[in-house]
């Protein structure tokens, strides 16, 4: 009975080394997280896969850090000049396309900068610079602060030195950015899909898109596990795998908030 008994605890210590063995953390943008896309894909993905995701929902330039640290197995996230060089520095295996939608700026109703219609952005952010209407930007080193800091520059303004009052630095993600935009009637650049899951708009509304430099394309990594053994590199590869397969993809296009399409599949490309 002893031997059996035995047996037993080492069998249910075996499953429970292989339970947490399937399992796999992912570094990712707090756009992914905000707007509802992973509380819809990640079931999916653990059903068919037998393996639970933990995610850790920061900026584009954390997610990628945490790589840079080996406390990720895979990074999913938005910035294709910082992705570029974590792949360069030999930190991930191989960058993967998963999917794009944009970025938007978003303001108030009353739009104190006249911008409302205008598809130029660069145009756009020199009349709220020149306004000095109310912005917030994230200032949180993410995705989407890449991007503005990028689209200040090609307006022809150095924002460093240009920043006043008008211009607040947040220090956080997109929901609260969000949050304070819709709570101060200030502008901010956005990406859609979270956009389209806030609820909380007061008197925001968009006013400026379809300028071709707010296309926002995600991408994702596995952690190399030659510089950091710890890396589950197999179940990691079995979510990129999944992300990039059909049956991912169309899981992606699937997500929408109000039969809007939150972002767009284009591994293929």
């Known amino acids: 009975m002893k031997k059996l008994a035995a047996i037993a605890a080492v069998l249910v210590w075996s499953t429970c080394v292989m339970a947490q063995d399937r399992s796999i953390t992912v570094a990712s943008t707090t756009s992914t997280e905000q707007s509802g896309l992973f509380g819809y894909l990640l079931p999916l993905f653990t059903e068919?896969?037998?393996?639970?995701?933990k995610i850790v929902a920061v900026g584009t330039g954390q997610?990628?850090?945490i790589g840079r640290r080996g406390d990720a197995d895979v990074v999913f996230v938005h910035d294709r000049v910082a992705e570029d060089k974590f792949m360069s520095e030999g930190q991930g295996v191989k960058r993967f396309n998963v999917m794009y939608n944009?970025?938007?700026?978003v303001g108030p109703k009353s739009d104190p900068a006249k911008i409302a219609g205008d598809k130029d952005v660069a145009d756009a952010l020199r009349k709220i610079a020149a306004a000095k209407a109310?912005?917030?930007?994230?200032?949180?080193?993410s995705g989407t602060h890449a991007a503005e800091l990028r689209l200040w520059k090609?307006?022809?303004i150095d924002i460093a030195t240009a920043k006043a009052s008008w211009y607040r630095e947040i220090g956080q993600g997109m929901g609260p950015a969000l949050n304070m935009a819709s709570a101060s009637s200030a502008y901010l650049l956005s990406?859609?899909?979270?956009?389209?899951?806030?609820?909380?708009?007061?008197e925001l509304v968009i006013l400026t898109e379809g300028d071709k430099r707010l296309f926002n394309q995600y991408g994702v990594m596995l952690v190399n596990p030659d510089k950091h053994p710890n890396v589950k590199a197999k179940e990691g590869q079995a979510f990129i795998d999944w992300l990039i397969s059909p049956k991912g993809q169309d899981a992606i296009a699937g997500y929408k908030v109000g039969g809007e399409q939150l972002f767009f599949p284009n591994a293929s490309h």
């Open 48 to 53: 068919a896969e037998g393996i639970a995701v």
């Open 63 to 65: 997610a990628l850090d």
């Open 102 to 105: 944009d970025f938007i700026i």
């Open 134 to 141: 109310p912005f917030i930007s994230r200032g949180d080193k």
């Open 154 to 156: 090609d307006a022809g």
């Open 191 to 202: 990406d859609r899909g979270t956009w389209l899951s806030f609820k909380n708009r007061g």
